[in-house]
């Protein structure tokens, strides 16, 4: 029992990314129509955010300690990096909360990201054939990659959460099992949290708010909307930034669960895509409920003794392939998904 | 209807092809492995554009056959025998078998889940390859040659030797011919004739498929499928069909990439090399007979060349700009070769799908035609 | 027996009625229309004549072979052929590719891979297809694109298309829709001479009364989801019925 529970807030955090990434692929499908192949290339973006500030926080005044010598006799070099030389403690606390922090950083850029994406790309393609869409944002996923690994480097970048969070915490012993049975790391508790608050407010957003409700009013018909002398146009450009910054803060604050590398946009975004489908095409609830149910589900089937029984069928490491059986078989038997309308995907 | 002169492309085809080792060496490329590459990439996406070029459906899953086709091939010269025939056999087979399975369940959606669904299919092969198949795949190493494999045909290679492989006796990597020709040295191998041989084969039956009223069927089913359907035509055992045909053209293309080099890699299935021959096709041109090719050899020429230059290389080709303006030059332009060559080649997609649809072909036609006109005003 | 018979259709929309209990028999070689009032049901009911909606209830025979529930191609090949609101013609391919099509699934049914067989080298689907476009006066236009026809043509080409099968039925949902009038008058000529030079059974929906008077030898009134009235066109004009739901609001 322990042990299950174990693997079901384990697939929490993996389920939150993936939650994240669906709910802002279904907001631009829903809204624009169309399939943004670069949306993982947002989320990665976001996580360089994340590494892009820290960097810039820790531009260091380079000192040299003439009591000291390095390894090979030379006057020890001592950086320190400029934010503590003028704040002292405080500036070590901002270095060291600086993931959390980037966030004020990543909101603005990744909105400034997507308008610009949106206004300067893909409104030319809302005529164009579907194929020519997933195209060119394929294309521009490629150079988002590229100039990103131009950048920083084909290799993963650490990032560490703050202080303050390193460790676990025993839910076990809390819910009354024995201790450390159940631990689960701080900071992906926070992040599921920080998940949860966001896909909460993106859906407050679209439901009590006015602008919210044309958003919603153009998804279900877009035309009709726009005859009733509502810019629809300029309140999907602004969907697209939001949508751009939900998978934006998804990438920072999976930072340290994960260190970023360029390529992290791709892996992610074949599966969100693998979530929507399942979730259903354009439901927003669908796309959440789907993503935290898959990652649970790659979580409990990479249990030993779950891999052991594949296994012994001639399927070892399940776990890499569940949510694609998954997709598969949801696709065969209830082609709409798990919330989709009726219509969608059944013809 | 248009008259089409078949015979004469068919035969211009296939003397390009077969001087290629001539005709490339002033280009630097005429080097047996890339030009093995370029018709082995050749084939891949000739396959590929009967699908998409023809019916309109955008798959990402062909990585998957392709390397279907290299581990089917490589077992063939584990098992079997080294000559390459029973591999190519075993690996067009092969790649057949799972396109139908993929293509049945895929097709039977459209447009962009039918996208979507490849992309997840190629994600799964390739996750398959990398660990759930080890047994089959070897997992990440990938799967090699070894010295105790049966190899039941064939007789035992000297002791502590891994045999290579072979077309009934001549060695695929032999260079048979080593003439010097204008100051060029040439090098003509049979591992590159036996590839440009199937290319021709492929050009041919992808050009009697264009012809045929069965391509014309797939042509309709990008055009109008409501009317198609109207017209007592059901879409989609023509689609599937399709959908085999190319995976088996990719097999055959991986099968001939395992008779280069005989070791199959999991990272031979990631959608990434599927995502590669999407952009060859529609780089070259989509849904032309010659497109593909062009579009292949294209970026096969571009990574080998791009993906060499280093920042020594780029200061001696600016050495001549004065000062700061030399390093400024080469600092912009070194992300984009060498290691970051992708780089081009994304910017190079994203501008042929925004400006230039049609693809090179279609873009070499304009500007001929653009020639012409001016060519008339001043006469 | 008629060659299509319709009998108690009956189909729900939420808790709007759309189609109810409406029963029809066509004759053969009969030019049926079928009129009504906007939301009258006509597309419901056109819709569950070639598959697309499945009515609650009810049955539709073509030659005493059940139609609902099949797909639009296992209906085409039955022998019934249609033409849209809007032409749906293969606007990337020739007027003369165009017509080969349907000739092709006409003889070699719903699937066939002849991959190896040249289209330029079978000279009897192309002269089937020459012929027909011909008929339609467009002999001229062969190698021209679909999608670079006037409307006019391409309503043509799409009559063309369904002819070279030659259908037993053919469907025509408001085939004068946003036509200028000298346009309209020129597809009542063309159905007129199809009709009279093939005796093909054509059931039409239409909108607008000129057309419908000027072509119909059988009118049924359909208002509200039901059949009001059946009749010849003098009859019609005339119904009680009809003129309370329908002539009311529309100039004859």
Redesign the interface.
């Known amino acids: 029992m322990d042990a299950l529970l174990l693997q079901f807030i384990n697939g929490l955090d993996k389920g939150s990314a993936y939650a994240l990434i669906a709910l802002g692929l279904t907001l631009i499908f829903g809204t624009l129509g169309v399939v943004n192949f670069a949306h993982g290339a947002l989320f990665m973006l976001g996580a360089f955010c994340a590494v892009t500030f820290s960097k810039i926080l820790s531009i260091a005044q380079i000192t040299i300690d003439p009591t000291k010598t390095d390894f090979l006799g030379n006057p020890l070099k001592v950086k320190t990096p400029y934010i503590e030389v003028w704040f002292g403690d405080f500036g070590t606390a901002l270095l060291d909360w600086s993931v959390p922090l980037s966030i004020a950083m990543a909101i603005p850029v990744m909105i400034l990201i997507g308008i610009t994406m949106e206004r300067g790309l893909i409104k030319h393609f809302y005529n164009r054939p579907h194929a020519d869409q997933i195209l060119v944002t394929f294309g521009l996923a490629i150079v988002i990659q590229e100039i990103i690994k131009a950048f920083f480097g084909a290799n993963p970048i650490p990032q560490a959460a703050p202080q303050a969070f390193f460790g676990s915490m025993d839910i076990g012993v809390m819910i009354g099992f024995a201790q450390d049975t159940i631990i689960y790391p701080y900071w992906r508790l926070i992040y599921f949290a920080f998940s949860v608050s966001i896909i909460a407010g993106v859906f407050a957003f679209l439901r009590f708010t006015t602008f919210g409700m044309v958003v919603r009013a153009g998804m279900a018909d877009r035309e009709t909307v726009g005859l009733l002398g509502i810019n629809i146009d300029r309140r999907f450009t602004i969907m697209f930034g939001v949508a751009a910054a939900v998978a934006g803060l998804a990438g920072v604050m999976y930072t340290p669960i994960n260190p970023p590398n360029y390529q992290m946009g791709m892996d992610f975004l074949v599966l969100s895509f693998v979530v929507v489908v399942v979730g259903g095409m354009g439901s927003l609830p669908g796309a959440v409920l789907a993503g935290f149910l898959l990652g649970v589900l790659e979580s409990f089937a990479s249990m030993p003794e779950i891999k052991n029984f594949f296994a012994g069928v001639g399927l070892p490491a399940i776990d890499q392939i569940i949510i694609y059986l998954v997709a598969v078989i949801v696709l065969l038997v209830r082609p709409r998904g798990l919330l989709g309308k009726a219509g969608i995907m059944e013809d | 209807m248009a008259k089409y002169n078949d015979k004469r492309t068919l035969l211009i085809f296939a003397i390009i092809v077969l001087l290629a080792p001539v005709l490339l060496a002033p280009t630097g490329a005429a080097y047996p492995d890339l030009m093995q590459r370029f018709a082995i990439y050749g084939i891949f996406a000739i396959g590929f554009n009967i699908l998409f070029g023809l019916t309109g459906y955008l798959s990402f899953g062909h990585a998957a056959f392709l390397g279907v086709g290299s581990y089917a091939a490589v077992w063939m010269f584990k098992l079997l025998t080294m000559n390459i025939i029973p591999a190519l056999i075993l690996a067009v087979v092969m790649a057949g078998i799972f396109s139908l399975i993929i293509g049945y369940i895929s097709l039977r959606r459209s447009g962009i889940y039918f996208s979507i669904l490849t992309l997840a299919f190629a994600q799964m092969s390739y996750n398959m390859a990398y660990s759930v198949l080890t047994p089959l795949t070897n997992g990440e190493t990938g799967l090699q040659l070894r010295l105790d494999d049966p190899r039941i045909l064939d007789a035992a290679p000297p002791e502590g030797t891994l045999p290579s492989t072979n077309f009934f006796g001549l060695e695929m990597k032999e260079v048979f011919w080593n003439p010097t020709f204008l100051g060029y040295e040439l090098q003509f191998n049979y591992g590159f004739y036996v590839s440009a041989l199937l290319l021709i084969l492929s050009f041919y039956i992808a050009m009697r498929i264009f012809r045929s009223p069965f391509g014309m069927m797939l042509r309709a089913i990008k055009t109008n499928q409501t009317r198609l359907n109207y017209t007592g035509i059901s879409s989609r055992p023509y689609t599937l069909a399709a959908f085999v045909i190319s995976g088996m053209f990719a097999g055959l293309a991986g099968g001939l990439l395992a008779t280069m080099d005989p070791l199959a890699g999991a990272e031979r299935m990631q959608w990434t090399v599927g995502g590669e021959v999407v952009l060859m096709v529609v780089l070259g041109g989509l849904g032309t007979l010659t497109g593909p090719i062009l579009g292949a050899v294209f970026i096969k020429y571009l990574e080998n060349i791009l993906s060499k230059i280093n920042e020594v290389v780029l200061q001696g080709w600016f050495a001549f700009l004065p000062g700061w303006t030399e390093g400024f030059v080469v600092a912009i332009v070194y992300p984009f070769v060498g290691k970051g060559w992708h780089l081009t080649l994304g910017a190079l997609f994203m501008i042929v799908v925004i400006f230039l649809p049609g693809g090179l072909v279609d873009g070499s036609k304009r500007i001929g035609k653009l020639f012409r006109r001016i060519a008339k005003r001043e006469a | 027996m008629g060659i299509l018979e319709v009998s108690n259709v009956n189909k729900h929309f939420g808790g709007l009625h759309a189609l109810n209990n409406v029963d029809l028999n066509i004759d053969k070689g009969s030019l049926h229309a079928i009129i009504g009032p906007n939301g009258a049901g006509k597309s419901t009911f056109l819709n569950c004549l070639?598959g697309k909606l499945k009515p609650d209830t009810g049955s539709v025979l073509f030659e005493g072979q059940a139609v609902l529930g099949k797909?639009?191609?296992q209906i085409?090949?039955l022998g019934i052929?249609?033409v849209f609101q809007t032409p749906?013609?293969?606007?990337?391919?020739?007027v003369?590719?165009n017509v080969?099509?349907?000739c092709?699934?006409?003889r070699?049914?719903?699937?066939?891979?002849?991959?190896?067989?040249?289209?330029?080298k079978?000279s009897e689907?192309?002269d089937q297809a020459e012929h027909v476009l011909n008929d339609m006066g467009m002999n001229g236009k062969?190698?021209m694109r679909g999608g670079a026809l006037s409307r006019g043509d391409k309503r043509r080409l799409e009559m063309a298309?369904c002819l070279v099968?030659e259908p037993k039925l053919l469907l025509l949902d408001e085939p004068t829709a946003g036509m200028a009038r000298a346009d309209t008058n020129d597809t009542i000529n063309l159905l007129k001479h199809i009709s009279e030079s093939r005796g093909i059974t054509m059931v039409i929906i239409e909108h607008d009364m000129h057309v419908v008077f000027s072509l119909a030898t059988t009118i049924s009134v359909l208002a509200q989801g039901a059949i009001i009235a059946e009749d010849t066109p003098e009859n019609i004009k005339g119904h009680p019925k009809v003129r309370e739901a329908y002539l009311g609001e529309a100039e004859v």
Do not use: W
């Open positions: 070639i797909k639009p191609h085409n090949q052929s249609r749906e013609i293969f606007t990337e391919m020739t003369l590719e080969m099509i349907p092709y699934a006409h070699d049914g719903a699937f066939k891979i002849n991959a190896f067989a040249r289209v330029s079978d689907i192309r062969l190698n298309m099968q």
